[in-house]
């Protein structure tokens, strides 16, 4: 409110004098024009009572001429202070109005009013610079779990929408740059519960910058960025980016991953979805030539994967081929017409990428190839979400959405900060394992993709295993995953790792007694990770689960359960 109060006084400066020359003119006539009182002798308003006439004359309000009838020099008078005071106020009005419509005025007085909520957060929260797509998925996701965001960019339009949409929780939006500091520290940068700042906006250098004043400013808060290129990555990742996401660079890999290891592959996608997705089951990518069309960041990352990693026959469409860094024997066109197409091979082809910057020229790609060989497995690029229904009108066979790409990694970290590690240790652990894996998890889940949670043995996390191993009472890890209602009944999760000492356990066994400072990674259904809870935080569910037996907690319980135990006293 500082800030605001300066602006509100310099624009009514000039207004303020106005009213204040007028009142003056007014009251100072009203005690020097002579009238009569009831008595017929000679009187003169005080400065009170004339201000007092003045103040109802200048409002408009009009009581009348009091205390006595006025004589016909204070009625001139009187019409005179009425339009002196009246257009006054018509001009302070309209200054008042101007003020109100201003663009600068209404934003610091919109940041005042977003501070002011910021500092009654009781809850950790996230910051998210860019409201697109990304920014949408990533703060609906975030939401839904209970988590509290506010939101930064630069466009009033995305900020309008983001303030009229229900969000069942109150979402803070600032319309300002990121890339400036402050702004992000009005933001919230350098509150106490700021988790994390999650840097997801269309501009690398924007993102850059995020990352760095983050770094800078605040060392204990979290930053996820997203990169458009390896350069950008490597910068980022140069500075202590706790994770960078090149979404075509991922999509590259996972596309190589599924031609080496297509269950592998299944893993790496069924982790990494986004919450309460439903289970993709995709055809796995076929042997043979490919067809790439598009040589843009996607496509360029696509072409090293498949090109140069699997040694894939594949064949560039593109405008520009006679550019330095574009392949050799190049097809020139955007392949939205069918002799660009045929030119390219697309009857001999077993694949096809789309991969241009305009959604519509990706369509047509599609719906062209489609006509020449209908059984062709594509690979098309989403540039933009509300161009969905569009998409899966032509049903490819692998859509690829950078938004879903690199919101459903922010997530998969944020949820479960060993994931990361887990996929990494999984993949060298080849497709024969992973697709055991893939069998035990299609057992806790058939139509809904697994959440993946994080646990580590400690007093704030898990108080119940704490104090049960303080107090000499081993816990193993199979007992977690039972049910704390009824402990048959195992909970629908997979321990998938342990890490402890610096040392990780893929799959870790039931019988694994945990130890202090223990680092957990489950997936599973969302209600076995609420169930899981109970054991970890309440004794009594944990000792249940481990024994069987239930303990009554609390002074009453244990006084009946005493009187129930107690001998009978049978006297004949």
Request: charged share 20%; aromatic share 8%.
């Amino acid at each position: 409110m500082p800030s605001v109060v300066p602006m509100i006084l310099r624009r009514m400066r000039v207004p303020l004098v106005v009213l204040i020359v007028a009142y003056s003119i007014a009251t100072v006539g009203f005690t020097l024009i002579p009238g009569v009182d009831d008595q017929g002798n000679p009187w003169r308003m005080s400065f009170f009572e004339a201000f007092y006439v003045v103040s109802y004359t200048g409002s408009t309000i009009g009581f009348g001429e009091v205390p006595y009838d006025f004589s016909g020099g204070q009625r001139m008078w009187t019409m005179v202070s009425i339009y002196l005071t009246v257009f006054s106020w018509l001009y302070s009005v309209g200054i008042i109005i101007s003020l109100l419509q201003d663009k600068n005025f209404r934003q610091e007085l919109s940041r005042v009013q977003l501070q002011r909520s910021l500092r009654r957060f009781r809850e950790p929260f996230y910051v998210i610079c860019g409201y697109g797509d990304t920014g949408k998925l990533l703060t609906r996701s975030l939401l839904s779990r209970g988590m509290r965001v506010v939101i930064v960019d630069k466009d009033p339009e995305a900020i309008d929408s983001l303030r009229i949409k229900d969000q069942g929780l109150y979402v803070p939006g600032f319309t300002v740059d990121a890339e400036i500091p402050g702004n992000l520290v009005k933001a919230g940068l350098k509150h106490p519960l700021c988790r994390g700042v999650l840097a997801v906006t269309d501009n690398n250098h924007t993102n850059l910058k995020i990352a760095t004043t983050v770094k800078l400013l605040n060392k204990h808060s979290q930053v996820f960025c997203r990169a458009g290129s390896e350069e950008n990555a490597n910068n980022m990742l140069s500075f202590g980016t706790d994770l960078v996401v090149n979404p075509y660079q991922d999509f590259a890999r996972r596309l190589l991953l599924g031609i080496r290891q297509p269950d592998t592959h299944r893993v790496y996608d069924w982790l990494t979805s986004l919450p309460g997705a439903g289970l993709p089951e995709r055809p796995m990518p076929p042997q043979g030539r490919w067809i790439l069309c598009g040589f843009g960041p996607f496509g360029r990352a696509v072409y090293e994967a498949l090109s140069k990693e699997a040694g894939i026959d594949l064949v560039v469409v593109t405008p520009h081929p006679n550019q330095p860094d574009v392949p050799a024997g190049s097809v020139e066109g955007k392949g939205t017409e069918a002799v660009t197409l045929r030119e390219a091979g697309i009857d001999k082809a077993v694949a096809l990428v789309v991969a241009t910057p305009d959604d519509a020229d990706n369509l047509s790609v599609m719906m062209t190839a489609r006509e020449l060989n209908s059984s062709i497995y594509m690979v098309a690029l989403q540039n933009r979400l509300h161009n969905r229904l569009l998409f899966q009108a032509v049903n490819p066979e692998l859509p690829v959405q950078t938004s879903f790409l690199v919101a459903s990694r922010f997530l998969s970290v944020l949820n479960a900060p060993l994931l990361k590690e887990f996929l990494q240790e999984a993949e060298k652990q080849g497709n024969e394992w992973n697709e055991q894996l893939l069998e035990r998890m299609a057992g806790i889940t058939t139509t809904i993709t697994p959440e993946s949670w994080h646990v580590q043995i400690g007093d704030e996390e898990t108080p119940a295993v704490t104090l049960a191993l303080r107090l000499g009472e081993p816990v193993t890890l199979g007992n977690l995953c039972r049910s704390p209602r009824h402990r048959l009944t195992c909970l629908d999760a997979i321990p998938l790792m342990l890490r402890r000492n610096g040392r990780n356990t893929l799959l870790p066994d039931e019988t694994e007694k945990l130890e202090p400072g223990d680092r957990l990674l489950f997936c599973g259904t969302d209600k076995a990770n609420n169930l899981m809870q109970w054991s970890l935080r309440h004794l009594n569910a944990l000792r249940y689960v481990q024994t069987g037996h239930q303990r009554p907690d609390g002074l009453v319980w244990r006084w009946l359960a005493k009187r129930r135990a107690a001998p009978v006293d049978v006297r004949e």
